[in-house]
């Protein structure tokens, strides 16, 4: 019964991965390009992180302005330190790919769109980073989970 538990448990993982596949496939090209100029990758839980080099310089750009940013499961991230302060709020993400699949950045996009066009935080209002805030503020009150996503 274990091994059918744990079957099961494997096979659900793979269909998770293949459905972020799409945006996993972005961040591991994105990475991979920041690691050939100089940058760091590690693995942590479900996820590859990238960071320093051309990550740190995409992430510092005048678009993206962030400490850290997912793409399927891999997290990029200005600096080693950054990735280790963001990285449950990152991981929140990774759930989010899990379930919206490559629907996701289309709707994360889409809905900070609407949330400019109608004079609200395309950033801050947007319900993807909500559930993240919302996962963090949890995370502060009751201390980290036992165990990653």
Known sequence: ?????????????????????????LGLSVGLVGCCCGGSVRRVGPTLEFWGALVTGLLRSRWIRARGMTLGHVILGVTAADLDQVRHHEWVHVRQYERWGPFFLPAYLGASAYLWITGQHP??????????FAADALRQKNGPPDSVP
Do not use: V
């Open 123 to 132: 950033y801050l209002d947007n319900p993807f980073e909500r559930e993240a």
């Open 1 to 25: 019964m274990k091994s059918d538990s744990l079957c099961l448990r494997f096979l659900s993982q793979l269909i998770r991965w293949g459905w972020a596949a799409p945006s996993t496939l």
